[in-house]
């Protein structure tokens, strides 16, 4: 309400009017969360020179790195190929597309937040009848992004700069990686506007941020030197064409601020023709007489899109994934230190094996961002203020935060069979293994869901914080495992706990003992939810 009190008066036709004042009010909101995001990112980057050195200490050691590299399409999908072997370009090449991609997802959260949940929520509609002008929410979403890849930017400027030497090279990754970030914000921006509800938002954002992935993934297959077309036409492909450290080529920064510029100008037209709370995609009217019956169904009818969205997205990776699995022994060829990648991260058996293993994983530890996100969805439901009519009812609030939950835990297991199942047709053959694999990382995505039960539970003010956590296990096993990171650290997250299945033998202890976490913390959060306040 002192937000609302202090919004300055504007001029007639002023269409950012207040502007300033809806930014400070977002830094504010975000004062925990941005900060964080910077700082994982900004310390990721910035301790890779020294984690690269001290495993290729020598011009020819990194050589023959940046050699098999070169020679192997599927760690080329994964992290891009190599264009130059000093410490600065292999931090580039080994850390710079994944940073990216976390500020693609940073900036996507920010926008969507200030922007379409905050007309969801109803604050939006309080805020406008004060003097607020038409695109001043946007404009403040969009500078609050800015502010954070800025932030981001120069992290990765001053770090990288004092470790490696090369000015120039440490300021076209932080540049790539802020332009980068700054693209999504204004794609986000966009789906803002079309989609009547955040889900639906951040939904079609994360779709193009996935779509650009798997088009610079399969790019980087086809050629070794990110120069075929399907590079060019997605924005991390741009990032990686950038070439920090590698004759950097600053015009393609230009793609990347082109790019931006021209989503947010659209965001801009599309936010001055429509009213507060209404969209170009309106959600289709319910039936006249209503057939949920119960909150379970409710939550069925609220979440069942996401689920299914997601488990598509599994499909079509699974499959991408399972039809390089056959292949990559060649892909390898006979580098040890590839393979030693893919053993690290896949376990030490057959290659095959050991790389389906990899790819299990890692769409476990995705897997784990949808269930975070289908959890607190309990919370855009109690601040959205729609929880309170349920809950006024005959329903108890235990049994309206069962009836989600049972549609966030089930829906992981839902979407890592999908996942298992492209996986199991794209490679081919041992069909119930790769499926029973994918069905072992199910207790390490639960041990993490219910790390979000239980923040909602007891704290929902900084129940966000679950993102944080599922972001640094993402970080630990995708990168973690390249960089030659200590098992201690991989041990930080449940998955560095799971057996390396398929082709490892089973080991049921830690899977109990992480589904009995996972149980724990849920029970912990749902005590924690029947003691307090809703809308506390």
Known sequence: MNAVAALPAPSKGRQLAATSALLRLALRRDRVMMPVWVLVLGLTMSSGAGTIEGLYGSPAARAQV????????????????????????????????FVALMAGAMSLIIVVRHTREEEETGRQEMLSSAVVGRRAPLAAALLAALIANAALALFTFGGLASATGDSAGALALGLAIGATGMFFAGLAAVTAQLSESARLAKGLAVAGLGAAFVLRAAGDVATPDASSPLNWISPLGWTENVRPYAEERWWVLSLLVAGAVALVRA?????????VGMSFLPARPGPAAGRLSSAYGLAVRLQRGSVAAWAAGFLVCGLLFG????????????????????????????????????MVGMLGMVAALYVVGSVLRLHGEETSGRAEPVLAGAVGRLRWAAGHLVIAFGGAVIVLLAG????????????GPVLGASLVQVPAVWALGGVAVLLYGFAPSVAQAAWGLTGLCLAVGWIGPVVGAPDAVLRVSPFGHLPK??????????????????????????VGLRRRDVGA
């Open 66 to 97: 940046a050699g098999s590299m070169a020679g192997s399409g599927s760690l080329r999908a994964l992290y891009g190929p190599v264009f130059d072997t000093s410490v600065g370009g292999l931090v580039a090449w080994r850390l710079g597309g």
């Open 267 to 275: 965001a801009q037209v599309l936010a001055g023709r429509r009213d």
């Open 323 to 358: 039809g390089m699995a056959d292949g990559v022994t060649d892909l390898v060829g006979g580098n040890a230190q590839t393979a030693e990648i893919f053993q690290r991260m896949g376990g030490r058996q057959e290659l095959s094996e050991a790389f389906l293993a990899a």
């Open 420 to 431: 298992g199942l492209g996986l199991a047709l794209g490679y081919g053959k041992d069909f």
């Open 501 to 526: 299945v398929p082709g490892a033998g089973m080991e049921w202890g830690p899977v109990l003992v992480l589904m009995g976490v996972g149980v724990v913390l849920v029970g912990a959060g749902l």
